[in-house]
């Protein structure tokens, strides 16, 4: 099973960046497009950004495009997710997982394993 242990979250300001990190185990990393989702209290849980298994192809939802930039590092078995100029409506729980990618559609989430606990991330106005 799919095992995800997502971190980097805290506190900022608006205007203010985070990394966030996923740590990713159980199978082969390498294989997996990646993409990171997030839920805000009473809302759905949203794919923001994925990234294919190479690197070479990423998806951006339009709330977060020019602001977020995912990257992966296969070596490490790890998916970042930069965030910059933080807005207060980026106040959610942040979490990976391996998605499926097909064109421009919004990828979906391959259903291997549970989520992980997930990363808070609050900005302040």
């Known amino acids: 099973q799919v095992q995800l242990v997502e971190s980097g979250g805290g506190l900022v300001q608006a205007g203010g960046s985070l990394r966030l990190s996923c740590v990713f185990s159980?199978?082969?990393?390498?294989?997996?497009?990646m993409g990171w989702f997030r839920q805000a209290p009473g809302k759905e849980r949203d794919v923001v950004a994925a990234?294919?298994?190479?690197?070479?192809?990423?998806y951006y939802a339009d709330s977060v495009k020019g602001r977020f930039t995912i990257s992966r590092d296969n070596a490490k078995n790890t998916v970042y997710l930069q965030m910059n100029s933080l807005k207060p409506e980026d106040t959610a729980v942040y979490y990976c997982?391996?998605?499926?990618?097909?064109?421009?559609?919004?990828?979906?989430?391959?259903?291997?394993?549970?989520w992980g606990q997930g990363t808070q991330v609050t900005v302040s106005s």
């Open positions: 997982a391996p998605v499926y990618m097909r064109g421009n559609n919004s990828p979906s989430r391959l259903p291997y394993g549970d």
């Open positions: 159980g199978r082969t990393f390498s294989t997996y497009a």
């Open positions: 990234i294919a298994w190479r690197g070479g192809t990423t």
